[in-house]
């Protein structure tokens, strides 16, 4: 049986008809009647999660995964706003997922009335679409349902939406045998003639004296297929760990060398003409080197035709897929005469000798030392028994700050990480969402204050053997001991870096997780192999403890050079 509200039973049933098959539920009174239509709901798994922070992440997770849009449904008041940190995060990764808020009676807001505020538009400019529900307009009802839903589900261009749901008591009357049958709107995009590229973007490139292609983060397909051999082999490609290939292109330690004056060789100037793919890009260095040229010329291609400056010298945008518009443009230049190489070698020969760097270089026992190791035992396991694509064998979520740098140095494999708004909240809850929806095995390599912020993922019945957890903690936020000049204030340790004494064991047994540590380069081997191959029921955590200090020597030493 089904809740008598009818604006709840018309959104159960537009989400079914929409596909939406997961929804995270936190706990409450004023949202009560939704989650009992979702749970009543063949079509739709329910996860149960407290933290609605957490909840928002659990979803973010589960939507990676999936590649499919996630519920998550909270109760009425603050509820909401927890959520905020997560939506945002789902923003600039373009998922899909669908906030479900209960709210009070309109007529309530304002009157101090419990768990009452203005919810409408909460979540500001990180969701593409906020309706509010009425009650008593099924029409109205069904439009704004449709409206918010077609936004949610959009393959083009997938972002965040916000479907408020005003409940007026009684909530707990479930008489409805049957969900109503719903009208469903349906949008269509016409097929684009990629073929038909903008002239200005194919010769200019033509044009070029010093092209690149620069890859931010992507899904985890690969880009290097054959139908664009053709453009890769004559343009330079800039990628890191989080974008669509199987290994990283050392661009940063390249830069660092050019930042510093310790190039070998002719000096690197800044790309005249630049394509731009994908997301967010880590790398601090990469973005001010694009910036220098001002006169240079950015094209931009993304499905969501954005206006995206990242670079301050955006020319255009190629509105569409981004794989199927590279691979038009390969098969044109083929035809054209191309003879902008020289640059592609200058910065092959440089990237060649970073990449023996990273290869060559052996950090003393450091989170660096943890990160090199265990990435040197992924790619063996990989090679027989992992892929690169979401869904596979393994995947590997690595949190923010330090963590996501050290990918950058070691992964040879697409990476996850929260680089929308790069917040450290929220980056275990991701890989803990993920692990519940995929069946390989989920790692997630993070510093100590992203786990202890986000220690609640771990709250959850749910959570299977196949989450495993490299924990980083050296006591501090570590990155802030790289910061130049921040070494100069005694506030540094105490209130930014915020030195700690804890350590992970006792979060583990409260929350039935294998516990293993490592203090020692003589430990972390042997706790690594753990990490990867031990048979467990449970989730598995390694806290592989070090000194903030030796982490940064570790870490500035390699950049010297």
């Not at 936190?26 to 939704?34: K, L």
């Amino acid at each position: 049986m089904y809740s008598s509200k009818e604006s709840v039973n018309q959104l159960t049933a537009l989400l079914v008809a929409y596909g939406v098959g997961h929804a995270v539920v936190c706990p409450g009174s004023r949202n009560a009647p939704i989650v009992h239509n979702l749970s009543e709901c063949d079509g739709i798994t329910c996860h149960a999660v407290t933290d609605e922070r957490s909840a928002g992440f659990y979803a973010l997770g589960m939507a990676q995964a999936l590649h499919q849009p996630v519920a998550v449904c909270v109760t009425s008041g603050t509820a909401l706003l927890n959520l905020a940190p997560a939506v945002a995060e789902a923003w600039y990764q373009h998922l899909p997922l669908i906030v479900i808020s209960a709210d009070r009676p309109t007529a309530w807001i304002g009157q101090l009335d419990g768990q009452t505020l203005p919810q409408q538009g909460a979540l500001g400019c990180f969701v593409r679409t906020a309706v509010t529900l009425p009650e008593d307009n099924l029409w109205h009802c069904n439009r704004l349902l449709n409206e918010a839903l077609l936004a949610a589900t959009d393959d083009d261009n997938p972002r965040p939406v916000h479907i408020n749901v005003p409940i007026s008591e009684p909530l707990f009357t479930f008489g409805v045998a049957r969900l109503p049958a719903v009208r469903q709107m349906v949008r269509v995009s016409p097929p684009r003639d990629y073929g038909c590229l903008n002239m200005a973007f194919v010769d200019g490139l033509l044009a070029a004296q010093r092209p690149m292609i620069v890859f931010g983060q992507t899904s985890a397909h690969n880009f290097e297929g054959v139908g664009v051999s053709f453009l890769f082999s004559h343009v330079i490609v800039l990628h890191e760990a989080t974008s669509a290939f199987p290994s990283v292109s050392h661009f940063d330690e390249v830069l660092s060398d050019e930042e510093g004056g310790a190039g070998n060789g002719e000096r690197l100037l800044p790309p005249d003409f630049i394509i731009y793919v994908g997301d967010v890009i880590v790398s601090k260095r990469l973005r001010r080197f694009l910036r220098r040229d001002d006169q240079a010329q950015t094209w931009r291609i993304s499905a969501s035709g954005d206006v995206e400056d990242t670079f301050q010298n955006l020319r255009g945008i190629i509105v569409g897929d981004p794989e199927m518009v590279l691979q038009s443009l390969s098969h044109k230049l083929s035809r054209r005469p191309f003879h902008a190489t020289h640059y592609r070698r200058q910065w092959l020969a440089a990237l060649t000798r970073a990449a023996q760097w990273a290869a060559d270089y052996q950090p003393p026992y450091s989170q660096m030392a943890a990160v090199r190791l265990f990435e040197q035992k992924y790619s063996k396991i990989s090679q027989s028994e992992a892929t690169q694509a979401s869904g596979a064998k393994f995947n590997v979520h690595y949190a923010n700050s330090t963590a996501i740098r050290l990918a950058n140095i070691y992964a040879r494999h697409h990476v996850w990480c929260n680089r929308g708004v790069n917040g450290i909240e929220g980056s275990l809850s991701t890989a803990a969402g993920f692990s519940l929806v995929t069946g390989g095995r989920v790692f997630c390599v993070i510093g100590d204050l992203s786990f202890f912020y986000d220690q609640n993922a771990l709250w959850n019945h749910e959570l299977r053997s196949n989450l495993r957890i490299l924990l980083l903690n050296n006591r501090r936020g570590g990155i802030f001991n790289l910061l130049p000049g921040l070494e100069q204030s005694p506030a540094r340790d105490s209130y930014v870096a915020a030195a700690h004494g804890a350590h992970a064991e006792g979060v583990c047994l409260q929350n039935n997780v294998a516990y293993f540590r490592a203090d020692s380069m003589d430990q972390l081997g042997p706790a690594l192999d753990n990490l990867f191959s031990m048979e467990s029921t449970r989730p598995v955590l390694l806290e592989v403890v070090t000194d903030a200090a030796d982490d940064a020597r570790a870490y500035t030493a390699y950049y010297r050079h």
